[in-house]
């Protein structure tokens, strides 16, 4: 079965550019979350979709957003970036009623 | 609010030796904890999880335990090689506390390990 993938795997923007960030969770999960990692914050969570409903979302701006399609696809979208956006950004899936998350290899966005 | 605390956080050890990775959360109402691996520029890959009504769980030379009650989980490797070189982050799965709803995962800032020749 074939893990969580991301893509792109690298990505350079300027800042005030958007971006947009695919996710493809594990077949047959239904969950996918989303979390930024940077050296001075660690991991933290942005948001969980499930059935293409965001379920809950952390403590980031509005300027990040995410949504979820019917084949579980999900894409997250960050506006106006800022150099702090400048992250590894992982996303993670699990099946419907288990809770051990699978994560995918990550997105590094660069942001000059 | 969930906070996950690591001890210590780098750790040098010759190849061979028995060693333990300390986590620590704030919460004690979690529904499991899982511990992952993360090589330089890499994704997580999970290594053990354990559910919250188990003490412990081992997979190879890996071993990790739960005490919920105080919350407290160690991460045992045996026999170390230096293909276990990475950082290892403990991560506890709790409800997210506007809905009640189980889905986030609060990380630990890890334990950067090298196991030397």
């Known amino acids: 079965k074939a893990g969580v993938t991301q893509t792109p795997r690298y990505l350079i923007k300027t800042r005030g550019q958007q971006v947009t960030l695919s996710c493809s969770p594990i077949?047959?999960?239904?969950?996918v979350s989303w979390y930024q990692q940077t050296p001075g914050q660690g991991l933290q969570f942005l948001f969980e979709?499930?059935?293409?409903?965001?379920?809950n979302k952390g403590n980031f701006p509005g300027r990040f957003s995410g949504r979820q399609f019917s084949n579980s696809r999900s894409e997250m979208n960050v506006s106006t970036l800022e150099l702090g956006d400048s992250a590894l950004y992982l996303c993670?899936?699990?099946?419907?009623?288990?809770?051990?998350?699978?994560f995918g290899p990550g997105t590094r966005l660069t942001v000059t | 609010k969930q906070e996950v605390t690591q001890i210590p956080a780098a750790l040098s050890v010759p190849e061979g030796e028995n060693l333990v990775l300390n986590c620590s959360f704030t919460?004690?109402?979690?529904?499991?904890l899982q511990w992952f691996r993360q090589d330089p520029g890499k994704g997580l890959t999970s290594l053990l999880l354990?559910?919250?009504?188990?003490r412990e769980q081992t997979s190879g030379r890996l071993n990790a335990s739960l005490d919920k009650s105080s919350g407290r989980s160690t991460l045992y490797i045996a026999a170390s090689q230096p293909g276990d070189s990475a950082t290892y982050l403990c991560?506890?799965?709790?409800?997210?506390?506007?809905?009640?709803?189980?889905?986030?995962?609060?990380f630990g800032t890890g334990t950067r390990l090298q196991v030397t020749l």
């Open positions: 919460d004690s109402a979690i529904y499991n």
């Open positions: 354990i559910q919250s009504s188990q």
């Open positions: 991560a506890v799965f709790s409800p997210f506390m506007d809905t009640g709803t189980a889905s986030k995962l609060t």
């Open positions: 993670a899936s699990r099946v419907t009623s288990g809770y051990e998350q699978y």
């Open positions: 979709y499930f059935s293409e409903t965001q379920r």
């Open positions: 077949s047959g999960h239904r969950s």
